[in-house]
């Protein structure tokens, strides 16, 4: 008997609710990830076409768990990982290039998150609140650091470097965890192929293992870093000058061997690369107890004012690597993309650029904050041209932060407005053309009914539209990034560029201080939304939604970032729809949305005997919409056909060109703002007519649902397709049947 074997997309859907059916068992996997069918001692347990039905819950890896809502703080390391994924499909030597900046990138990432805690806990509270008396006034928490053991200042930066201590020590023991947990998933590497097609593309262990212990060297050793700034420079003792070569070293050896194949191949690494990792993480942790021991030596008296020495520059100068490691990868990508790539090929630093943004806004949003409430005042800073007073805030450069936040936003609201509101007007025009040809005569019969629809097509559309929309919000915000990076190196303060007590003065004042309140709005929103993960389906949803579209692809660039649920869920895939082609009679892998992702991704990964026995059917499939224009190295022309060639027998022949596979059927619906046609030749795409009717139904009192990206297995559509693709493994010369209101759509 063949078997469907569903898989779902984002958001953990129930297995109830794939595949219709109240009571189900697991027959194989586990609470994580499991198959589930239906119970044979209460009846319907076959589906369309007389196949067994067979449902893949995979969603307990992601949205199914609150805890994973943590997840939301390291945003910025997806987004760093997701860049080296979003490259475009050029020659090896632009390909070494683009992998080797995005890993520095992504390195300096780690040394961001570090530097953010080192702000909050040793510059805010050991440096200057301690050495304030009204910042500790009425605080015996904070107290101890201004008397016996911890008076010294120096004393009072060890303490408070266990802060960030302790912060990389957590990211190093959820890697560890995540590691062995997703990564760790046995997989067959035998075979051969390219791409999403080779037998370890899902098989990151290895690399992922090299990877963080790089990322936990460097973090250590931007700690030691600025610890080491300020103590050396005071003392200039010889022990001193040795660890800060020491660290040195080490930070030297971290940033170029994340860029070394040798190091960093996924398959074929160096014998010596995975001793060499490791023994830079433990050389790394060994180095940071010498000196924190170092740095609570007696000294002299030493009296702390103003910001924490060498630190601002610290995090001026990062973010000024940081920018120039994007405008030198977008200046790569422009010059060896392939003509026509979407968006020119810069998707990549689109996505990092952004996760930059991100880092910088949550940690200025919750050091203004930290600020705010250790200072006991209610503006966040520079209104006050004074210089008398004596405030504890963060470093001026984050000021430009919140100044460019603040822009980021008014460029968005301009686009959207001059561009955003045109388009869909535009959209509109387009969808009452769709509207009227699929139902003819409808609006002379009811005007609104017939706008509802053509609200319905022309949103969906919007999603062809929103990274060229996005990419005039980020080029203007990119160029003043660089602008404000020059004055931020050069000392200038967004306040000093206008006249004192000018009017321009007090406007940018009042941006600064609005910016700041802005990004620790959005920081906190962050920490409140995964809050509410632990307590509400609806935002463990939302969250797991985020989840699923950013962590598809392995950890090949910040091995820190949250895991990748593929590298267990397709070799586990793989191996059962093997199975069940094998042994079983024959399966039919049925996916929605991101499930077509993840099912076109098994078939490639089937030996050529399961091949032979396995039909695809894939709704709602964001794969040529989305997948083949933001990862058109690994999802392209040439993959797609492949999907489908690999579904036909030897003997049936491979279809050529204006033919169609009869083992891979692809749905979709204008109304989707997901999924559309995949338009390959090797797949035969069927446009669903959405809403199924126009007019109220005789004996019901509403209208026809508007189904859009959902729904599609409920469609008779739907039973049809599958009950042929039943019959065409049964019969390989076999056209599958399609559905009265589904036309046929040539492939392009």
């Known amino acids: 008997m063949v078997t469907e074997l569903r898989v779902h997309g984002v958001t953990g859907t129930p297995a109830e609710d794939i595949l219709d059916r109240p009571l189900l068992r697991r027959v194989a996997g586990d609470t994580d990830a499991g198959?589930?069918?239906?119970?044979?001692?209460?009846?319907?347990?076959?589906?369309?076409?007389?196949?067994?039905?067979e449902a893949y819950r995979w969603g307990n890896l992601t949205a199914g768990a609150a805890a994973r809502a943590l997840w939301l703080l390291l945003l910025p390391f997806m987004f760093a990982n997701v860049a080296i994924w979003l490259r475009p499909d050029v020659g090896a030597g632009a390909r070494t290039v683009i992998r080797a900046l995005t890993r520095v990138f992504a390195l300096t990432m780690t040394a961001s998150f570090v530097l953010s805690f080192v702000e909050i806990s040793m510059d805010l509270v050991g440096w200057q609140c301690a050495a304030l008396p009204r910042c500790l006034q009425d605080r015996s928490y904070l107290s101890v650091l201004a008397d016996g053991t911890f008076?010294?200042?120096?004393?009072?930066?060890?303490?408070?470097?266990?802060?960030p201590v302790l912060a990389i020590a957590f990211l190093w023991f959820l890697g560890r965890r995540t590691w062995a947990r997703y990564e760790g998933f046995p997989i067959n590497t035998d075979g051969d192929g390219d791409g999403l097609a080779h037998p370890c593309f899902w098989n990151g262990r290895p690399l992922v293992g090299r990877l963080r212990s790089l990322h936990i060297a460097v973090a250590f050793g931007t700690l030691d870093?600025?610890?080491?700034?300020v103590l050396v420079p005071h003392d200039r003792h010889p022990a001193g000058y040795v660890l800060a070569a020491g660290t040195a070293l080490i930070l030297l050896l971290g940033f170029?061997?994340?860029?070394?194949?040798?190091?960093?191949?996924?398959?074929?690494?160096?014998?010596?690369?995975?001793?060499?990792t490791r023994w830079l993480s433990h050389a790394a942790v060994g180095l940071t107890g010498l000196v924190l021991a170092y740095a609570c030596l007696p000294r002299d008296g030493w009296t702390a004012t103003g910001h924490m020495p060498v630190f601002s520059g610290t995090i001026t100068v990062l973010f000024a690597v940081q920018v120039l490691l994007m405008l030198v990868l977008g200046a790569v990508v422009l010059a060896t993309r392939p003509r026509g790539t979407f968006?020119?090929?810069?998707?990549?630093?689109?996505?990092?650029?952004?996760?930059?943004?991100?880092?910088?806004?949550?940690?200025?949003?919750?050091?203004?904050?930290v600020a705010d409430f250790l200072d006991r005042r209610s503006a966040p800073s520079t209104a006050d041209y004074g210089e008398a007073r004596q405030l504890i805030e963060p470093p001026p450069a984050y000021e430009w932060a919140a100044a460019g936040f603040v822009l980021l936003l008014v460029l968005a609201a301009l686009v959207g407005l001059s561009m955003g509101l045109p388009l869909v007007r535009r959209l509109r025009r387009y969808a009452r053309v769709v509207t009227d040809a699929d139902f003819r005569g409808g609006r002379q019969r009811d005007e609104r009914r017939a706008g509802q629809i053509d609200t319905a097509v022309a949103d969906a559309l919007v999603t062809d539209h929103v990274g060229r929309l996005l990419v005039w919000v980020f080029v203007?915000?990119?160029?003043?990034?660089?602008?404000?990076?020059g004055f931020a190196l050069l000392g200038q303060r967004p306040i000093r560029l206008a006249a004192s007590g000018s009017a321009a003065a007090e406007v940018m004042a009042a941006v600064v201080n609005l910016g700041t309140y802005l990004i620790g709005l959005s920081a906190f929103a962050l920490v409140f939304i995964g809050i509410l993960a632990y307590r509400y389906q609806r935002f463990r949803r939302i969250v797991g939604v985020l989840w699923d579209l950013g962590t598809f692809w392995p950890r090949a660039a910040h091995p820190l970032a949250p895991p990748c649920y593929a590298e267990r869920v397709v070799p586990e895939l793989a191996r059962r729809a093997g199975w069940l082609a094998a042994e079983q009679g024959g399966v039919i892998l049925s996916g929605h949305s991101q499930?077509?992702?993840?099912?076109?991704?098994?078939v490639l990964q089937l030996p050529p005997q399961a091949q032979a026995r396995t039909a695809l059917l894939t709704y709602g499939s964001p794969l040529r919409r989305l997948y083949a224009r933001f990862f058109p190295a690994y999802v392209n022309d040439a993959v797609l056909q492949r999907i489908g060639a690999v579904l036909t027998r030897p003997e049936d022949g491979v279809p050529g060109a204006g033919q169609h596979s009869p083992r891979w059927v692809n749905l979709w619906r204008d109304t989707d703002p997901i999924g559309g046609p995949v338009q390959s030749p090797t797949a035969r795409d069927v446009r669903l007519v959405d809403p199924p009717g126009f007019d109220i139904a005789p004996g019901d009192t509403v209208f026809p649902k508007v189904d859009g990206h959902s729904g599609y297995q409920l469609r008779?559509?739907?039973?049809?397709?599958?009950?042929?693709?039943?019959?065409?493994l049964s019969d390989s010369s076999a056209e599958p049947p399609t559905a009265s209101n589904a036309p046929a759509v040539p492939a392009t």
């Open 343 to 369: 968006l020119q090929g810069l998707a990549g630093p689109l996505i990092a650029s952004t996760g930059l943004g991100v880092a910088v806004a949550f940690a200025a949003g919750m050091a203004y904050r």
């Open 256 to 276: 170029v061997a994340v860029t070394l194949r040798a190091v960093v191949h996924r398959d074929a690494p160096a014998s010596w690369a995975k001793p060499l």
């Open 716 to 728: 008779p559509a739907f039973g049809a397709t599958v009950a042929g693709l039943v019959q065409v």
């Open 476 to 485: 203007p915000a990119a160029a003043a990034a660089v602008v404000a990076t």
């Open 595 to 602: 499930g077509t992702v993840l099912a076109a991704a098994t």
């Open 225 to 229: 870093a600025v610890l080491l700034g």
């Open 151 to 163: 008076a010294t200042t120096s004393r009072r930066l060890a303490v408070t470097a266990l802060v």
């Open 35 to 53: 198959f589930f069918r239906p119970r044979a001692e209460y009846g319907a347990v076959t589906g369309p076409g007389g196949v067994a039905l």
